[in-house]
């Protein structure tokens, strides 16, 4: 099964520490995209980036995190002293092209507590 | 800012129902997508819409997309146990890069 690959699934962490969240998208997808979730709610968009570039990163927080795709290897999300509001579930979505029309297949995201 | 509003959020049916989940918004989008998913899972795509007024069939669901591209439903005939989940549409953002707007969501119980 080649589908979008997240680890860890499950992460604790207490208030201050950091968060490394990864993604390793379709074979052959280039487009990697990463929402939040909170309990109940549909899915918030944070970071649109392409192989080694960042596209669109509107929905992501401006202090605290950061999004990489390199060249090689997955694509991580970094949350830097995490705080409790932090806690949601973390999915990241990959796509072949970067038009609204191609379908984002979705990983089984990454459930981050903070105590 | 493109908001997507979805109703209803929680919907509680008996087996053989039919039922509608809407999805309006005041903005235009490029193509709409619907996706459900199951507990502790990511959201699986069903359909993506791209043609105002298109309707997608897809065995029991029926998905339509608004004339002016701003609404879209999906209606679920004679619903089944199975069928319970939660159902998400999502909106390609302004300059269709990719980025999606999602509605809040409906959560979906069929009771047998």
Same mark, same amino acid.
């Given at each position: 099964n080649a589908g979008v690959m997240q680890n860890p699934r499950h992460l604790v962490r207490r208030r201050g520490q950091e968060a490394r969240l990864r993604c390793s998208p379709v074979? !052959?997808?280039?487009?990697?995209?990463? =929402?939040?979730?909170? #309990?109940? @709610? !549909?899915?918030?968009?944070?970071? =649109?980036?392409?192989?080694?570039?960042? %596209?669109?990163?509107? *929905?992501?927080?401006? @202090?605290?995190?950061?999004? @990489?795709? #390199?060249? @090689?290897?997955?694509? %991580?999300?970094? %949350?830097?002293?995490?705080?409790?509001?932090?806690?949601?579930? =973390?999915?990241?979505?990959?796509?072949? *092209?970067?038009? *609204?029309?191609q379908p984002q297949h979705f990983g089984d995201g990454t459930r981050l507590s903070i105590l | 800012t493109q908001l997507l509003e979805q109703s209803p959020q929680f919907l509680s049916i008996q087996e053989g129902e039919n039922l509608t989940v809407y999805c309006n918004s005041s903005s235009v989008f490029s193509s709409l997508q619907w996706y459900r998913q199951e507990p502790g899972e990511g959201p699986v795509l069903l359909v993506t819409v791209v043609t105002g007024g298109e309707v997608k069939k897809l065995k029991r669901l029926t998905f339509q997309f608004g004339d002016a591209r701003k609404d879209s439903s999906l209606h679920i005939t004679a619903a089944q146990p199975g069928d319970t989940g939660l159902y998400l549409c999502a909106g390609s953002g302004s300059g269709n890069t990719g980025k999606l707007i999602f509605g809040q969501g409906t959560t979906l119980q069929v009771k047998p």
């Open positions: 074979k !052959g997808h280039s487009h990697v995209y990463w =929402y939040r979730q909170l #309990p109940e @709610e !549909g899915l918030k968009f944070m970071v =649109y980036l392409q192989k080694e570039n960042i %596209i669109d990163e509107s *929905g992501m927080p401006k @202090e605290r995190f950061s999004a @990489e795709f #390199p060249k @090689e290897g997955p694509s %991580i999300l970094r %949350i830097q002293q995490v705080v409790r509001g932090d806690s949601a579930a =973390y999915f990241c979505a990959s796509s072949r *092209g970067g038009s *609204g029309n | -």
